[in-house]
């Protein structure tokens, strides 16, 4: 039988990893809010969550350098250190992704995303929120099961990953068709069309590297 090594310790690192979770989901909330304030002309709090988002990242800052302070060398891990390390940083990378992309906009606020976009690169939004959500709940039951290691658990987390790469994968096709519908437009100047193609790599990143965080959680099941 195999022994829960999380109880070994005082404070498991995944409490640490759960709340830099919950901090990411804070964050994509404050996003979503801040994209359907600038696609709304009746919204004037934009930069309110523009600053809300960067105030939030710097709060994921602050718990990531306690993970990785509160983890000495020698310290018994019921997974690899480097592998959580590894996590850390993909979870991490979503709220680069988010704070990225308020930045790019932020640019050029006016006219920003073009009104003939606006239903699609809405949807986009919508479709790279949705995997956040599930980040959290991935962290959460990864706890329960290198607690007990009990095997249905580790199925239920596995779950959640093939979840976050379906769903990183239909903002792909968002992605793809927003990418063809603005290249259609026309006529169109070139700095809208440059402008608009970051504005859609940035946002679609930000489903990326929260498929990659459920990758980089499924190895660690793999140990």
């Not at 409490?15 to 002309?41: N, P, R, T, Y």
């Not at 919508?126 to 658990?153: G, S």
């Not at 006529?187 to 440059?194: M, N, Q, R």
């Amino acid at each position: 039988m195999r022994i829960p090594f999380m109880k070994m310790f005082v404070t498991s690192p995944f409490e640490g990893l759960l709340e830099h979770a919950e901090k990411v989901k804070e964050c994509a909330w404050a996003f979503q809010q801040a994209m359907e304030c600038h696609l709304s002309d009746r919204c004037k709090s934009w930069e309110k969550f523009q600053k809300e988002v960067i105030t939030l990242e710097h709060e994921a800052d602050v718990i990531k350098r306690r993970i990785r302070g509160h983890l000495p060398k020698g310290t018994l891990l019921p997974v690899d250190k480097f592998q959580l390390f590894r996590y850390l940083r993909e979870q991490d990378k979503v709220l680069d992704a988010v704070k990225h992309t308020l930045e790019w906009l932020s640019y050029r606020p006016d006219p920003g995303v073009p009104k003939e976009l606006e239903k699609e690169y809405a949807l986009l939004v919508d479709a790279v929120i949705a995997p956040i959500e599930e980040l959290a709940l991935m962290v959460a039951e990864a706890r329960t099961y290198f607690n007990t290691f009990q095997e249905p658990q580790r199925v239920k987390v596995k779950e959640i990953i093939r979840k976050l790469r379906e769903m990183e994968h239909e903002a792909d096709q968002l992605e793809a068709e927003l990418n063809r519908k603005l290249f259609a437009i026309c006529p169109a100047d070139p700095i809208t069309v440059i402008h608009m193609v970051r504005l859609v790599e940035t946002t679609g990143e930000i489903a990326d590297h929260a498929e990659n965080a459920g990758d980089m959680m499924r190895a660690m099941l793999a140990k």
